[in-house]
């Protein structure tokens, strides 16, 4: 789910009031007046209204499910519509129309369980309460109040109100939330209470896996129980399963899930089950059943109990509502405990996508109010892992049909029909790992579980095998693809981004898959080319838009790695044929988030959606920069995205620009005229071939040639270095080699070498930015490792004059490579190790004479251009940056200062021209003013009196108003000559290279209405 400040003239901030809320023991009827919300309230919804919006519409449902009366929201950039994160409860009504007393545990059980919401607030008619609804309770009679705040509270005063109605909660320590995520307690619990007890269990890890995805789902459908105390399973059914002191299979008692796991006939339920519900979910070998009678598996049913305390604290089962479990969540929990077994998910390269990323793509593949014919509609996983896509998409088309329809829920057998058919005709998913595939299978049927009434499950459902119809294909997507004849509307995956070169070979052995090694594509030349890297991720991206979408209507929606889709060289010429044949509509980049998104795993990635529609070469890609998030893999997480972090990039660039992603990475603006300037000068590599000297990297060890007698005698290029000496690259830190860096060697080691050779005098340059791409002139004998570039030429002062220009130029090459290299920021975190490329696509400056020269110093502009990107990149990949830092007057004045330069430029009349009029930092927001003038003007810089009223004018102006965004923004042109700026007290908004974004937005504006 995606937050975004995308619009102008837009109310953010509310002025201070001396307290949030009226008397409560005054008679007051609206809940706007109640909670004084006046400024707030086009953001609150009711959950008795009817609306038009099937958004809206759907949030109504999912409030009423859990007995909400009020939802408020923030706005989603994806479609622009609302977004609700707090409910509101709403108790008041007197002795007479009295409301039944809810239960605030419940209240955050529940909401703590979906994991979507973050606070409720209950009124009362004497007061209000507060629940923080991302902690769990803290006991079985206490829940998790906002800041502790047990008691009822009259008055609060304006701070809280910023914090909770303008989200400001939302950014609040998010790090203290993920560890108690839903998630994540379950996890651990999990891990801890069975996992780890695998011996004592007595059963093998893999089948205990498989296991627990069967157990949790009895458990799940066990806790099922209706508005009319109605349960999924029979009274007393698993008595049946469970021995009596004599031995028989009878007990008068009534008997629990958990009951049958200590010690009694759990292959006899399991049996029983598989043959209820067909499907083959609960459907057990031979050998399995033999394994599961000898276990013992007390422990599984102590800590499945909810009725019972787990090493002295509250049973982890307590904490949940199992009524309102996302499926998803359980989908997550299945891929951790199953498709881990013997290595297969690192084998696959596949990295398990968290729902909140999953649930981003198909919200724009599935809108609420998308059109769909249920029996054609079709949606394709090819790489379905855990199922996360099709669990998503299987809930929305449901949604869907049910807003169609005019449906609050699922009732009746024609209903159950409906749903069920639209799983059978709408669904589909290919994996080659076969307990993926159960994962997947089970998570879709629980999620058609969790629309019917419990008893109708018990007396109306039964499971399609999905694999059995062909909606799930447990075989390779490079075999499946050639084979199948159909076609999708839609297509979500997050393919695998590497397979190791074992596993490849393994699933061509045992025909399980193609060799995606030998896939080709036709270039937009024509020309049949090897995909970049042959990397299986774009493989099934490109065989996915080229043969299973629907021409003309079908859209796909991918994760793909960020270098390897984005921003290698080998990328740019493989976009240039994607483009030439599909549209690409939207890149989300989650290049910043590389170190937390995907959990341990630390690796950039973008999100790219590709429409089957005509080509429009007027087109733009609309570049998306997810910057701000405390997004990670343990709980529910909203991604921030504001104005600043869009960028539109022309079809054309696409051919022209190869660096414009890195660029619009590192923020875009004035940064790409940068970069440009230096197009015009030769680089290196050009100069080199030139003056006919060579660059290579130094010796590598190569296994195949290394390990083979025969080979090392046949190889040209391959030596021994016993008895020489090697450079340390480590020790090699600065323009110097230091004697403690030269080593010598002592033992055999074979290794593969340039074919220039070591023979002194070179230039040395050790390929890495974090010290400085340390260069030096050498004429001593030593074998030059990998990592450093080895500059060989016959001319040796042409090779000393290249070091010192070199060193002059060290600064600028450091921030180009910075700036345009894929390996900085995007392949790597903190190391910044470079390759030979990145040197030799360095400009340099060759005068009449051809002598390079180094290049002059910026100009000012240019010094606050690279000020501000070293402060942007090195931001990158940091949860706390210095970009969301409050900042200080200094920073002000410079933004202030590059905005009036820029803007006067155009606008500069004699003595007229813009100056700032206001510069008022508050510890929330930043309010800036410039007028066109000819006068003297002292900016004013407390919010006073006389300013608040056109501050007020601001805030509430009817347009402005309309809604209420994170990360908001405003520009508001008041009187004729003066431009206003309300925006966030973080140095991102305020940065000079913004001031010169806000300038070209502002003369945008200003051409449109004629001056």
């Known amino acids: 789910m995606l937050l975004v400040a995308e619009q102008e003239k837009i109310c953010i901030f509310a002025i201070s009031l001396d307290v949030l809320y009226q008397d409560m023991n005054s008679n007051v009827n609206s809940i706007f007046q109640a909670l004084n919300l006046a400024e707030y309230e086009h953001n609150l919804y009711s959950a008795d209204t009817v609306y038009t919006d099937k958004r809206l519409e759907y949030y109504k449902i999912q409030a009423k499910i859990v007995n909400a009366d009020y939802f408020y929201c923030f706005n989603s950039l994806v479609e622009n519509q609302p977004v609700p994160f707090l409910y509101v409860y709403d108790q008041r009504g007197g002795e007479q129309n009295k409301k039944e007393i809810i239960n605030l545990v419940e209240i955050n059980k529940k909401l703590w369980t979906l994991g979507e919401i973050a606070l409720a607030i209950i009124v ?164 399995e059943k033999i394994e599961i009678r000898k276990a013992n598996l007390h422990i599984i049913a102590d800590a499945l109990d909810g009725n019972k305390d787990i090493d002295g604290q509250m049973s982890i089962w307590r904490y949940y509502d199992f009524n309102l479990l996302p499926i998803e969540f359980i989908s997550r929990l299945y891929e951790r ?44 996983d090819p790489s379905c892992g855990s199922g996360i896509f099709l669990v998503l998409a299987y809930k929305r088309l449901i949604t869907i049909w049910m807003l169609k329809n005019g449906k609050q829920s699922i009732r009746g057998e024609d209903d159950i029909r409906n749903i069920k058919e639209i799983l059978s005709n709408c669904i589909y998913g290919i994996d080659i790992n076969e307990d993926a595939l159960s994962i997947t299978a089970t ?60 596993e490849r070979k393994r699933n061509i052995q045992l025909e399980r898959d193609d060799d995606f090694s030998k896939e080709k594509y036709k270039d937009y030349k024509g020309k049949t080319q090897s995909f970049p890297d042959n990397n299986p991720a774009l493989i099934f991206l490109h065989r996915s838009v080229e043969r299973l979408l629907k021409p003309s209507i079908g859209s796909l929606f991918m994760i793909m790695p960020a270098a390897r889709f984005l921003y290698t060289t080998k990328s740019f010429e493989y976009k240039k044929s994607l483009v030439s044949s599909w549209n690409i509509e939207r890149i989300y980049d989650f290049t910043p988030l590389r170190e937390h998104l995907w959990g341990k795993t630390k690796i950039a990635t973008i999100a790219v959606k590709i429409s089957n529609n005509p080509i429009d070469s007027r087109s733009r890609i609309e570049h998306v920069i997810v910057r701000n998030s405390s997004a990670n893999e343990k709980g529910a ?189 995007i392949q ?108 003297n003007v002292t900016a004013e810089k407390r919010l006073d009196k006389q300013n608040r009223i056109e501050f007020e004018k601001i805030l509430f102006d009817d347009i402005s108003n309309s809604s209420l965004l994170i990360n908001r923004i405003i520009t508001y042109y008041g009187k004729r000559n003066r431009i206003s700026f309300i925006k966030p007290n973080k140095l991102k908004y305020w940065m000079r290279t913004i001031a010169y974004r806000d300038v070209e937005n502002v003369k945008a504006d200003m051409f449109k209405n004629g001056y």
């Not at 398990?352 to 054609?376: M, Q, S, V």
């Not at 400009?843 to 004479?849: F, G, L, Q, S």
Request: glycine share 6%; hydrophobic share 35%; net charge negative.
């Open 443 to 502: 998570s879709l049927q629980i999620e058609l579980s969790s629309h019917i009434r419990p008893k109708e499950i018990w007396d109306k459902l039964t499971f399609d095998n999905l694999e059995g119809h062909g909606n799930l294909a447990n075989i390779g997507f490079f075999k499946w693809y050639k084979s199948t004849s159909l076609t999708f509307d839609a297509i979500a995956g997050n393919p695998p981004f590497n397979i190791v070169e074992s």
């Open 124 to 287: 009362y008619d004497d007061g209000l309460k507060i629940i923080d609804t991302r902690l769990p309770i803290k006991s079985k009679s206490e829940p998790a109040f906002l800041d502790d705040v047990s008691k009822s509270i009259k008055k609060i005063d304006s701070i809280l109100k910023h914090r909770i109605f303008e989200g400001r909660i939302l950014e609040e320590s998010p790090a203290d939330y993920v560890s108690v995520s839903p998630y994540q307690k379950l996890l651990e619990h999990i891990e801890k209470a069975i996992l780890y007890k695998s011996k004592k269990i007595g059963c093998r890890q893999n089948l205990l896996k498989k296991l627990l995805v069967k157990f949790i789902l009895i458990k799940y459908l066990e806790e099922q129980v209706d508005d009319e105390g109605n349960s999924v399973f029979e009274d007393c059914f698993f008595n049946k399963f469970v021995k009596n002191t004599t031995g028989s299979l009878f007990n008068n008692d009534k008997s629990s899930f958990c009951d049958v796991l200590r010690g009694n006939d759990v292959v006899g339920l399991l049996s029983f089950l598989n043959t209820k519900f067909n499907g083959g979910i609960f459907n057990l070998s031979e050998q």
């Open 828 to 935: 790597q975190g903190g190391g910044y190790s470079i390759n030979r490329q990145d040197i030799l696509n360095l400009p340099i400056k060759i005068d009449e004479k051809e002598t390079i020269t180094s290049f002059q110093s910026e100009k000012r502009n240019d010094i606050d251009v690279v000020e501000d990107t070293k402060i942007i990149a090195e931001s990158l990949n940091k949860t706390n940056s210095i970009i969301f830092n409050r900042i200080d007057e200094i920073a002000l004045l410079q933004y202030s200062d590059a905005f009036c330069e820029i803007l006067n430029l155009t606008y500069e009349n004699g003595d007229y021209k813009f100056k700032p009029k206001r510069l008022i930092i508050t510890e929330e927001y930043v309010w800036v003013t410039f007028e066109h003038t000819n006068q």
């Open 637 to 825: 997480i909203r991604f921030q995205v504001d104005k600043y972090d869009k960028f539109y990039v022309p079809f054309d660039f696409v051919f022209s620009n190869k660096y414009i992603w890195k660029i619009n990475l590192l923020g875009g603006g004035r940064l790409g005229l940068f970069i440009e300037r230096f197009n015009q000068y030769p680089t290196i590599s050009n100069y080199f071939k030139h003056i006919k000297f060579s660059a290579n990297i130094g010796y590598t060890r190569d296994k195949y040639v290394i390990n083979d007698s025969r080979k090392r005698e046949e190889g040209e290029s391959v030596i021994n270095l016993k008895g020489q000496n090697i450079v340390d690259s480590e020790l090699f830190d600065s323009d110097s080699l230091p004697e403690k860096a030269i080593i010598p060697v002592l033992h055999d080691d074979w290794v593969r070498v340039p074919k220039s050779g070591f023979t002194p005098p070179n230039i040395l340059i050790r390929l890495n930015i974090n010290v400085n791409l340390p260069i030096v002139y050498n004429n001593q004998q030593l074998a030059i490792p990998n990592g450093i570039l080895l500059i060989k030429g016959a001319n040796p002062e042409k090779m000393e004059h290249f070091v010192s220009i070199f060193k002059e130029n060290r600064e600028l090459y450091i921030f180009l490579i910075k700036a345009l290299s894929p390996k900085t920021y």
């Open 337 to 380: 405990f199953v498709t881990s077994v013997d290595g297969k998910q690192k084998n696959a390269g596949a990295y398990y996508t968290p729902p909140h990323l999953a649930g981003l793509l198909i919200d724009e593949l599935l809108p609420f109010d998308k059109e769909i014919n249920f029996e054609d509609f079709k949606i394709l």
